[in-house]
């Protein structure tokens, strides 16, 4: 511990001594309460958390005010400053490298830390909810590190809560052995994944789900707007987030299908993080009829536009939808979720089953009818729209699935109108036509199911 003493000092005076933002957030009065007592010390290998103490009323929802990144030659200092303390759980993961703060939900009110320069530890960074109740940071690294115990300071100077970290050089090896998912952590992951897995409970039909003269029998559609929380995707030339888009379409879509007469389930309908592996089983237990991923995508070359569909392929139709399958099944890994036993032979097995059945079929003449109805709501990306490729989200084995992407946020002209209610409208209606037309098919489709 001794050897570690001037290096804690050092980070307690920088962290104390960080400059405040030229327009300071302003912040709730500190309780007295609530002062923060010394950072407990974390068992080897586990997380290292950092519990400041409330009072015993229940606190309004803690406000992340500001976060800032610090070099020093080979040393990296990250803190965040925040209204209210909190319970923090800090962990590293490899493959690739990266640091998590998990917390508790928070309203995040920054504008984010200053771009990291690229020479120091943090390569870059990304901050929002992960599932209800809980929101993190993760921080991708450039090269494995050392972390210093977390110091958490009271208020002070106009500063609210604010922890620091020191990230020093280390080797991979060291890295590797301390990195990991925190059992407490895993368990409560755990129980989340199966909990959203669950089949729902009989309930009511929804509003319009049995309108005479359209749908006999009720059919299950699943619609699963891409990314989410954390995961915001795509950023486009204007800001837009891929992430806010396609669950406004999404929202329009399982409206219109239920005023025909389906039974709708989203995968989110909020702006929540949900995981890839967690997608597909959620369209099997609920028996779905047609699963239906929304995107939008992006390319260095600003001039290609308009809409495309993907559906699975164990081999890429071509580099770049491959390439496009390889960035979309890096969502989890952007969210820091635990990939342990997730790419498993069993998933591979899957895929080799369902390429034996018709499911794929089923799903190739979806693509072409959404093509078809969407060529009349929006552009169409030539000259090839319809492509495959190993998307995580396209593997459940016995039901159709396709990916489609709306358009490229890369390109001004799809931005500006993707950003407008009418051709949101226009898009949700269009899909929606397409889902009409599948309904023979899905009747007359076999209906075993893998257990």
């Known amino acids: 511990m001794r050897r570690f003493l001037p290096i804690l000092a050092g980070i307690l005076v920088w962290v104390a001594a960080v400059p405040a933002p030229a327009q300071p957030v302003t912040t709730p009065a500190p309780n007295p309460a609530r002062a923060a007592p010394e950072a407990p010390q974390a068992p080897a290998g586990d997380s290292l958390g950092v519990l400041v103490q409330a009072s015993s009323a229940k606190p309004a929802e803690p406000v992340v005010i500001d976060a800032r990144i610090g070099q020093h030659g080979d040393d990296t200092r990250f803190v965040v400053e925040l209204s209210d303390p909190v319970k923090f759980h800090i962990f590293t993961l490899s493959n690739p490298n990266r640091l998590v ?63 620091g970290l020191g990230l020093f050089p280390n080797t991979q090896t060291a890295f590797d052995k301390t990195a990991g998912w925190p059992a407490e952590l895993r368990a409560r992951e755990k129980a989340a994944s199966e909990i959203a897995s669950l089949p729902p409970e009989e309930e009511a039909p929804p509003p319009g789900a049995l309108v005479p003269g359209r749908v006999a029998k009720r059919k299950i559609i699943v619609i699963d707007p891409g990314h989410g929380g954390i995961d915001s995707g795509t950023i486009g030339v204007t800001g837009m987030e891929e992430k806010n888009v396609v669950l406004s379409v999404g929202l329009r879509l399982a409206k219109v299908l239920r005023s025909d007469g389906y039974t709708v389930y989203m995968t989110r309908d909020t702006d929540v993080f949900i995981p890839l592996f967690s997608r597909a089983p959620f369209a099997r237990k609920r028996h779905a009829d047609l699963f239906i991923s929304l995107h939008a995508d992006s390319n260095p070359r600003r001039g290609v536009h308009g809409a495309s569909i993907y559906t699975l392929s164990e081999r890429g139709s071509d580099k ?67 492509r495959s490729a190993n998307f995580v989200v396209l593997r459940a084995p016995d039901v159709p699935a396709v990916l489609i992407e709306l358009g490229y946020l890369s390109n001004p002209e799809d931005c500006r109108q993707m950003a407008t209610s009418r051709w949101r409208n226009g898009a949700a209606q269009a899909i929606a036509e397409a889902v009409r037309q599948f309904e023979p098919l899905v009747a007359a489709a076999p209906r075993g199911r893998i257990p």
């Open 320 to 386: 770049e939808a491959a390439a496009l399958a390889r960035k979309e099944n890096q969502s989890d890994i952007i969210a820091g979720v635990d990939l342990s036993g997730q790419e498993s032979s069993v998933a591979k097995s899957i895929l080799i089953d369902l390429a034996q059945r018709d499911t794929m079929n089923r799903s190739a003449q979806f693509a072409h009818t959404v093509l078809h109805d969407l060529s009349g709501a929006t552009d169409i990306l030539t000259p090839e729209p319809h």
């Open 101 to 163: 703060i998990d917390m508790p939900e928070v309203l995040w009110r920054l504008k984010g830390p200053p771009v990291p320069t690229g020479t120091g530890a943090v390569k870059s960074y990304r901050y929002g909810l992960f599932r209800p109740g809980n929101s993190r940071f993760v921080i991708d690294l450039n090269q494995p590190v050392r972390l210093t115990e977390p110091l958490v300071l009271p208020p002070q100077d106009g500063y609210g809560y604010r922890l």
